[in-house]
Structure formats: C-alpha cells, structure tokens
C-alpha cells in the first residue's frame, strides 16, 4: 500500500535541456506549460518531471555519495509517495498546484550530462512526468496529496 501523502524536499530548474537542475527557493508552476524559465517547460505531456528522495537513497546505496538534489533534471524532488506506482491519470495536488500524471519513466538520449556526470540514471525507471492542471507556486516542504 503506498502512502497517500508526501512532500516537496527541493524545486529545481535548468534553461537547457540534457544539464543537472539547481535548486532554487520556489518555482512558478504555469498551466498547460510547466515551470516558469526551465527548459523542458512547454505545451506537451512532459512538462514537470519529479523523482523520490528514494530513488536518490538507492544510487546513494550504489557508491554515488555526492549526488545533490537536481542531478538527474527532476523539476521536483520529493519524498513519502513512490512515484513510479502511481497510475497515469493519477492526479496530484502540490502546494496550491493541481497535476496529472502522465508518463513514468523516459528513454534517456545518449550523451546525457547526468549519465555522464552520476554514471547511471534512475530517471528512465522511476521519474515521472505530469502536466500542470491548475498554476501556483511550490516551496521546498510543501504537501503532496494524491487526489
């Protein structure tokens, strides 16, 4: 059974696709288009990516101690939900955002930065990808409620 409730451990952005996300203090989430300035924003299915403190805990597991929130472009760190079990369709209210979940995993290009930099990516697995539904902004700390 997974937990219904889960929160927001780091908000990442990058302005170009392919590259770690740096952590910043809040994000602007805009319907129908994603995080406000980060490259993979856009109108199409992927637009905010999200990956558990989980996922991180097992590469950290694997040798890979210096891993910082952002290195595998995930637009969302998060922690408590196991993200990949969601069903596409399944919709997620964080901070006063509202999302729809509506891809797990991806096909990682080659010459990816992160693979390069990390030496293997959990993103292809165990991210998942939303559209954004309703705008707000979300902070570090703010709630994960699946609807």
């Known amino acids: 059974m997974r937990t ?3 929160k927001v451990v780091s908000v990442n952005i990058s302005d170009t696709k392919g590259v770690v ?3 910043v203090e809040k994000g602007s989430f805009i319907k129908n288009h994603g995080l ?3 490259a993979h924003a856009g109108d199409w299915h992927r637009q905010v990516s999200l990956l558990g403190v989980e996922s991180f805990n097992k590469m950290r597991d694997m040798g890979m101690d210096d891993l910082k929130y952002g290195d595998f472009a995930e637009n969302l ?3 408590g939900i196991i993200l990949y079990e969601l069903p596409i369709g399944t919709k997620l209210k964080i901070g006063n955002t509202l999302h729809e979940v509506t891809q797990i995993g991806k096909e990682c290009h080659k010459g990816c930065a992160i693979q390069v930099k990390v030496g293997k990516c959990v993103m292809p697995k165990e991210g998942i990808f939303t559209k954004v539904l309703e705008g707000g ?3 570090p700390g703010d709630e ?3 609807i």
């Open 36 to 38: 406000e300035n980060d």
């Open 137 to 139: 902004i979300i902070r």
């Open 144 to 146: 994960i409620e699946i």
């Open 77 to 79: 760190t998060t922690e």
């Open 21 to 23: 996300k740096e952590p």
């Open 4 to 6: 219904e409730k889960g």
